[in-house]
């Protein structure tokens, strides 16, 4: 699989696209969740159509950035992934997918490039993640101890008990774990007009973190169409055996996006 960073302008390398297509009508722009990086979107690209272009927000602090100071509030994120963004986006009409802390990045991007007169989403797939204004289920985590955060994360089963009980790679994990989490502890929405794009929720049925009417509640964000769609798994449905459903999900939404 080839992944490709892009760079416009002298701009930082904000965007990765994965499989490169260069002959696609759509990209799906994807958000991670918190602590993942671009490449935890690289599947995606060999599983949705040929006609999606997929691409990821590599956020400071991971991957191929690793050596830049992980943002800890979201309003600088989403001025520095603007500034980076603007050329790519205009290349090719564009959808925005995020899942869990990326599910509010995105709508957050989204209503950034509204207020800016900048080209809007033509649809937005949130995931994981209960609606802006409604509280997290957690208790603020991005303080935890070391040993919290790690038992945090086998609660909610988004690492690998190798990669926990490796110190060195919890060593580069963790500052920018810590500052996604910060983002996501401190965040709260603005009372922003709907977007004028249509939007879909999904949720997986035995996610703790985003019940269903919690999904639903996302209907407000939206002038547009929305619909609320279960899958089968846990929080990370998106990314573990759960990932053909939920590809043939986002593929379903946006066969017919124009």
Request: net charge neutral; proline share 9%; hydrophobic share 45%.
């Amino acid at each position: 699989m080839r992944s490709s960073p892009r760079s416009d302008n002298g701009a930082t390398q904000w965007i990765v696209v994965h499989q490169p297509r260069p002959a696609a009508r759509m990209r799906l722009i994807c958000f991670p969740f918190a602590g993942g990086g671009a490449s935890v979107y690289r599947a995606w690209a060999s599983g949705l159509p040929e006609y999606l272009e997929v691409a990821a927000v590599q956020a400071p602090g991971r991957e191929s950035r690793l050596g830049e100071t992980p943002i800890h509030r979201m309003e600088e994120l989403i001025g520095g992934l603007l500034g980076a963004a603007l050329p790519f986006i205009r290349e090719k009409p564009f959808a925005f997918s995020g899942h869990s802390l990326g599910a509010i990045v995105a709508l957050e991007t989204s209503r950034a490039m509204a207020r800016a007169a900048m080209p809007q989403p033509l649809h937005l797939i949130v995931s994981a993640r209960p609606a802006p204004h409604l509280p997290l289920r957690r208790a603020p985590v991005a303080g935890l101890s070391r040993e919290g955060l790690k038992n945090w994360l086998r609660s909610v089963n988004g690492t690998p008990e190798a990669v926990l009980e490796n110190d060195e790679l919890m060593d580069l994990f963790l500052p920018t774990l810590r500052a996604d989490l910060e983002i996501d502890d401190t965040y709260r929405p603005k009372a922003d007009p709907p977007l004028a794009c249509s939007l879909t929720a999904l949720g997986g049925t035995g996610d703790e973190e985003a019940k269903p009417e919690e999904l639903q509640a996302w209907s407000g964000y939206t002038a547009g169409s929305f619909s609320v769609r279960l899958l089968e798994g846990g929080h990370f449905f998106a990314f573990d055996q759960g990932r053909p459903a939920a590809l043939a999900a986002v593929a379903g939404v946006l066969a017919n996006v124009r």
